[in-house]
DNA sequence: CTCCTCATATGATCATCATCATATGATCAC
DNA sequence: GTGATCATATGATGATGATCATATGAGGAG
């Protein structure tokens, strides 16, 4: 019976993919098991065929938005770090925030959640962070990757407060302020605390 | 009839001065409007003789919070900026949010909030960047309030992200990144966008 | 063709929660 | 002291939403 358990598993994949668009959107809690399962066609009774709870769901999703995001990051970063940035803190990503990171909508929520989606957050986090980190500059691994976790979170902060402003004026404000510190930032590396090194790379 | 309109206003007081510090630690959704009375020592029925509805009272909480935690800051930073970082990036101040900065907590949700809600956390903020980019280095106001949004914004998002991650050790190298970021950008004010000016003050 | 299996649907159930309607009981005016 | 007033308490109500129990119905096996 393969049909039938292929069938099975593309549900279960769509659910994920929709899940990941949702959570994004709306944040976990917002989106609702049967709202979620209406937009795909289905209804609520099915899904814990698929998955054992809500949190087990969010886990995946997170993962799986977080590895899109990833890539896309990845691509943009190619024409170099300062154009990573400029795709991270653009109007596009805070306005569109469905196709985008998953940091400022789902991190909030998983500090309060189980163990479970605190863990999957955690290592999907840690990914992220090394494979961007490989796009930094700088000679010493670990200060790119020191550097890679203050860009994400920090980021991640201005895009989610960009998002919560009232005033689309402030809101490109806070953009474009981000993006010029960062920039001044990744023109030289970062050492690790406050210890100031001689910088040496520039660009990629 | 003083004494008693006293004590309406007295518990009116409280509720907001509570609800401040829930908000903070578990968001606003996560606080219920009887348990938010309960902890005071009231029942749910007397709330909405003083609020119209939670979000009335969220609204509330979070200008109350915002202006305890900028009062805050602007005390640590009278050491210089670099002190201001350091006190919103330490562990004290991730590991007790209640006391802490409410943008982390609720940022997220407010941009799924009311019209109202969203209003009055923009005015909160306003109030909040202007007052510490009095305490930031550089010539130029206006440079020194973008230099605040981004900073807020970015220390707020390391915060965030440090509190999620499951891993303390993680958590400690997102905080000590983000000090070091930072550190390193208040050095030199930022000037708008990506045009570089000739850099001029330093520290305090 | 008939039965079985499994993916999905239907229809509870149970809990949480914001909000409101009404009751109570203390404080103040007279 | 006695009645009015208002802060707070008690007790619905209605909505939402996660989860589960059971039904249905379309494949595939014999």
């Not at 995001?69 to 400029?86: F, K, R, T, Y």
């Amino acid at each position: 019976m393969p049909a039938k358990r292929e069938r099975a598993q593309e549900t279960r994949r769509r659910i994920i993919e929709q899940a990941a668009r949702a959570i994004r959107a709306e944040g976990i809690e917002r989106v609702g098991v049967g709202e979620l399962m209406g937009r795909l066609g289905l209804t609520h009774g099915g899904f814990y065929a698929h998955f054992s709870s809500k949190e087990a769901l969010a886990a995946e999703a997170i993962a799986a938005a977080l590895a899109e995001q990833c890539e896309h990051l990845l691509a943009a970063s190619e024409a170099g770090p300062a154009a990573l940035v400029d795709v991270y803190l653009s109007r596009a990503h805070r306005d569109q925030p469905e196709q985008g990171c998953p940091l400022p909508a789902v991190a909030p929520e998983v500090v309060h959640g189980s163990e479970q989606l605190r863990h999957a957050f955690t290592e999907a986090l840690r990914g992220y962070a090394a494979r961007l980190a490989g796009r930094l500059p700088g000679e010493d691994p670990a200060a790119r990757e020191e550097t890679a976790l203050a860009l994400l979170s920090g980021m991640c902060g201005a895009l989610l407060i960009s998002r919560a402003v009232d005033d689309s004026a402030l809101a490109d404000r806070i953009l474009s302020a981000a993006r010029a510190a960062w920039h001044r930032l990744l023109a030289q590396p970062i050492g690790v605390q406050s210890s100031t090194r001689t910088p040496s790379g520039s660009e990629t």
